[in-house]
């Protein structure tokens, strides 16, 4: 089985200021599978990034960044230069191979960016 | 990208009465889709795993009497919750696998309220 702990559950910065989302993960899979997820006020979940465990090399899509490292057991999130509109609940979710692929959310952390 | 949708996207209904959620992968067969329940502010909880032309899986602490999944179709899944009580109003999330067992592809979400 798998769990996911993100310990922040609000954050609160000012436009323009950098802020990072935690994730710690436990797993006895070998292969397993992380996600991050943006949820915003209507609800729908926004599909963010997926990374398997093979993969340690971190990932930058424009603002976003994440970070992965297997020896703490965390899967890092960083909003550069952050915007109003990245306001929304965050979640970061896991899927190991021997459990047909249920994904299993943490608590959600839900950032707030004011102007 | 895949597309998945969720009908209807909100509802209203008395204490007592049975509603029907559909979940459709639009542009791809899934052999699997997930049921997720969200109550306000917390994350979201798997309550089933629905394969089709088979009988769903339920999470422990889900009452597979009152929420009947039925996946009669590569493309269908459907969520009946049966007499409904307030305690059931919540936000209810389907998604389906993709080609791969580490995809799923979200719905939209139905929002349901009981009176």
Known sequence: AQKVTQAQTE??????????????????????????????????????????????????????????????SSFNFTITASQVVDSAVYFCACAGSSNTGKLIFGQGTTLQVKP | GAVVSQHPSRVICKSGTSVKIECRSLDFQATTMFWYRQFPKQSLMLMATSNEG???????????????????????????????????????????????YNEQFFGPGTRLTVL
């Open chain 2, 54 to 100: 088979s009988k769903a899986t339920y999470e422990q602490g889900v009452e597979k009497d009152k929420f009947l999944i039925n996946h009669a179709s590569l493309t269908l899944s459907t969520l009946t919750v049966t007499s409904a009580h307030p305690e059931d109003s919540s936000f209810y999330i389907c998604s389906a696998r993709g080609q791969f």
């Open chain 1, 11 to 72: 954050i609160s910065v000012v436009e323009k200021e950098d802020v990072t989302l935690d994730c710690v993960y436990e797993t006895r899979d070998t292969t397993y599978y992380l996600f991050w997820y943006k949820q915003p006020p209507s609800g729908e979940l926004v599909f963010l990034i997926r990374r398997n465990s093979f993969d340690e090399q971190n990932e930058i899509s424009g603002r976003y960044s994440w970070n992965f490292q297997k020896s703490t």
